[in-house]
Structure formats: C-alpha cells, structure tokens
Nanobody
Framework: QVQLVESGGGLVQAGGSLRLSCAAS????????MGWYRQAPGKQRELVST???????NYVDSVKGRFTICRDNAKNTVFLQMNSLKHEDAAVYCC????????????WGRGTQVTVSS
C-alpha cells in the first residue's frame, strides 16, 4: 500500500520559517518525481515545487529564493524548507509522487495546513 505522509505544517508569523516533510512508503522512491502542491481557500491548486529523480529542481516563481526542496532517497522523504513566509503562502500543502517512467502513476498525500499570521 502506498502512503505519503506529510508533517511540519502549522502556524507561523509572517517572515518565519517552516519545514515540511513527506515520508513515502510502498514505492521505489528513487524513481519518482516528488513535489508539493498547495491550495488556499477559493484558489486553484498550485504546483509549488518539484524535484526529479536526478535532483533537478523546479519552483513556482512566487517562492523562488524563499523555498527549497530536497529529497533523501535513503529515508524515502522529501522536504520543503519554507523561509520568509508570507500571508499568501498560507494553504494546505500536499505532497505528491509521480513515477518518472509512467507519469500516469501518481500518488498524493492528505496534506498539511500552513497558516501565516501577522
């Protein structure tokens, strides 16, 4: 059974930092694209960041220079370090895993809430 379990969300003041983690099980982690989507109330789901099996990184423009994604293949975990958080970063952040050689094979976590206060 495939599971993606996020952790690390919470309440943080604007300008603060959070580190999200997503632990995967039931997949060959090293052959999956890993990444994070977010969705705020009333807004469309947005792809925040992706890391490929080879370590290439992608970020949405609004988080470049503030967020960093990395993966630990030994621990089957992907991380999202979020610094200089803004109110507009508040959302539910969901981890996903997409098999590199079969993109139709995609799994999702349940999400973790990030709230940014004044």
């Amino acid at each position: 059974q495939v599971q993606l379990v996020e952790s690390g969300g919470g309440l943080v003041q604007a300008g603060g930092s959070l580190r999200l983690s997503c632990a995967a099980s039931g997949i060959i982690f090293s052959i999956y694209y890993m990444g994070w989507y977010r969705q705020a109330p009333g807004k469309q789901r947005e792809l925040v960041s992706t890391i490929t099996p080879g370590g290439s990184l992608n970020y949405v423009d609004s988080v470049k220079g503030r967020f960093t994604i990395c993966r630990d293949n030994a621990k089957n975990t992907v991380f999202l370090q979020m610094n200089s958080l803004k109110h507009e970063d508040a959302a539910v952040y969901c981890c996903y895993a997409r098999r590199a050689d079969m993109p139709s094979v995609t799994y999702w976590g349940r999400g973790t809430q990030v709230t940014v206060s004044s």
